[in-house]
């Protein structure tokens, strides 16, 4: 792996500090991966599973930074991402999260190969290209047409996968749900693992970089109709049930995210 030079790093810092910032994710950002189709399952699965006091230790202080979440998503983030998808065409919009989705595919194939997965590290690259080429750069997923779906993975995951506990459950100020293991591994993806927005220049980068957030919390909107009771205990096993499913890949439980919905398969609206 090639050592990011100095001027690649200043801008990760830059680029990471002006993320935080604006709010990356919100206090809803447990579902950050999850589609409308996929919150709904979630909540008709298993709304009752409970983690332990093992698991979220820190409960009192992570309710506390969720409220403060809550509080500047309400006044800030939320109000900007309902604008822009007042303005935004659906089909621009989804173009721009593919566009997004599509730098990720580096991040994916770094740690598949770090997993020891052949397979998704194929995908990866497969997707990555098909897209970037015939996608018009990423603004369209042709990959998951053409049955390459995405497999999401990032160094969390890999840490899981050696064998590393999830340690207990953090809510992080301005970057929501997580876990000591998923925040360490947050920390490489973002400084260490290779990505396209090292590439990125300012102050290009952190308009893009704004797009992003705007752009993945409106995307959020319609799951919020599926949190039910009290919305801290619900996002909480949300996002634990989900890290579990993929940091095993899925063998150790039915997948409460899985769609059967043909329609994602279609370029219609990309």
């Known amino acids: 792996m090639k050592a990011p030079s100095i001027t690649s790093t200043k801008h990760k810092v830059a680029a990471t500090s002006f993320l935080t910032a604006c709010l990356l994710l919100s206090p809803v950002s447990g579902w950050a991966q999850f589609s409308e189709d996929e919150a709904e399952a979630y909540k008709a699965s ?36 309902e604008g822009y998808q007042a303005v935004m065409p659906g089909f621009a919009d ?9 730098l990720t595919e580096v991040r994916n194939f770094t ?7 052949g397979e998704s590290a194929v995908v990866a690259v497969g ?22 779906p995405e497999r999401p993975e990032d160094f969390g995951q890999t840490l899981g996968y ?9 809510m992080l100020p301005l970057l929501g749900p997580s876990t000591a293991r998923d925040f360490t591994g ?20 952190y308009y893009a970089r704004a797009l992003q957030i705007v752009d993945r919390r409106a995307d ?20 634990l049930q989900r890290r579990e499913y993929l940091v095993n890949d899925g063998k150790t439980q039915t997948d409460p995210f899985a ?12």
């Open 46 to 81: 298993d709304p009752s599973r409970q983690y332990s006091e093992k698991v979220d230790p820190y409960e009192d202080w992570n309710r506390s930074v969720f409220r403060f979440n809550q509080f500047l998503d309400d006044w800030f983030l939320k109000p900007v991402a």
């Open 162 to 170: 050696w064998g590393s506990d999830t340690g207990p459950y953090l």
């Open 220 to 239: 959020l909107m319609r799951a919020e109709a599926f949190i039910s009771g009290d919305s801290y205990t619900f996002v909480r096993n949300a996002y």
């Open 259 to 270: 769609s059967d919905d043909d329609e994602d398969l279609m370029l219609d609206d990309f």
């Open 111 to 117: 740690n598949s190969v770090l997993q020891l997965k």
């Open 94 to 102: 989804k173009a721009v999260t593919n566009f997004f989705n599509n």
């Open 186 to 205: 947050f920390g490489f993806d973002v400084f260490v693992t290779p990505s396209p927005w090292d590439l990125a220049e300012s102050p290009e980068v």
């Open 127 to 148: 997707r990555f290209t098909y897209n970037t080429v015939f996608g018009l750069g990423g603004f369209i997923d042709v990959a998951t047409a053409f049955e390459l």
